[in-house]
């Protein structure tokens, strides 16, 4: 069975070095011109997958946007999903869940075990309680060739208290986060499944990505601020690994899916030089 990092790494060399997030908020239907229910949401969500499913190395529907509709939304959470798969594109199911014991099991079962409706190629989770609590999501994922992308240092102003905080081994929570996962990671090729998010709009973070040998998701870039040349910035040496992550940039453009595939293929060309910039310099 391939892994996940290992197909991830080939989505990238054959597709580029790019994420985009579908997330589908009141004011992004308003501004297609949909209206803020099941069926605007579906359109939303079938001329994305019709424009970019099929030249996107990686696509992120952020679940509190389907969620919202209830049963009805998380219907078409999986109908996208089902389109998303056929296209060809790997799928990040951006969920940020954590939990203890059985509950996580449970939150692994919906999103990283093969028969379950909702089935991705990979998710979030928050590792709040402990990493060591995300552990079944971490066993079912190595079992079926999933990925787990953990929070490790967020864009929000708030998640600083926390991350940056310092404990008694006088290194951060982030950098707890950071060894854990790099030790999951540990020997594997040509990628490990293990990916952490990391802030396109932190700067210099002041922690050591350099063991985690695994991906690691850049969000924030675009309408929340960063560019893609910053990325070298909070990166470094790193910045080989990285999968940057856009949303509202690329959305944006629509509903034209000539226009959204122009958006996409200029960030993915800012973000292709960007990450050159380590082999060239």
């Known amino acids: 069975m391939e892994t996940f990092g290992a197909r991830l790494h080939r989505a990238v060399a054959e597709r580029g070095p790019l994420c985009v997030g579908i997330d589908p908020h009141p004011g992004l239907l308003a ?19 019709e424009a970019i499913g099929d ?63 909702l089935y991705v190629d990979a998710v979030t989770a928050s590792p709040y309680l402990g990493v060591g609590s995300l552990a079944p999501m971490f ?63 932190i700067g210099d973070t002041g922690h050591d990505l350099a063991a985690v040998n695994g991906p690691l998701l850049a969000p924030g870039l675009g309408a929340q601020g960063a560019t893609a040349a910053d990325l070298r910035t909070v990166f470094g040496s790193s910045l080989p690994s990285v999968l940057p992550s856009y949303s509202r940039e690329v959305l944006g453009a629509g509903p034209d899916q000539e226009a959204l595939r122009a958006a996409t293929d200029r960030v993915l060309a800012e973000c292709r030089a960007a990450l050159a910039t380590l082999v060239t310099d």
């Open 139 to 201: 066993e079912l994922a190595a079992a079926h060739g999933g990925g787990v992308f953990v929070l490790a240092l967020t864009s929000n102003p708030e998640g600083a208290a926390v991350q940056r905080a310092v404990g008694a081994d006088g290194r951060t929570v982030a950098q707890t986060v950071i060894d854990e996962i790099s030790q999951l990671n540990r020997g594997a090729e040509p990628l490990g499944s293990f990916g952490l998010v990391v802030g396109a709009t």
């Open 55 to 117: 030249r996107v190395a990686v696509v992120k529907p952020q679940s509190a946007f389907f969620e919202r509709f209830g049963s009805r939304g998380v219907g078409i959470l999986e109908s996208t999903i089902r389109q998303l798969r056929n296209s060809g594109s790997l799928v990040l199911l951006d969920v940020k869940r954590g939990d203890i014991g059985s509950t996580v099991s449970a939150y692994a079962s919906a999103y990283l075990d093969p028969s379950s409706p």
């Open 31 to 49: 501004r297609w011109g949909l209206s803020d229910d099941v069926e605007g949401l579906d359109r939303f969500c079938r001329i994305v997958v």
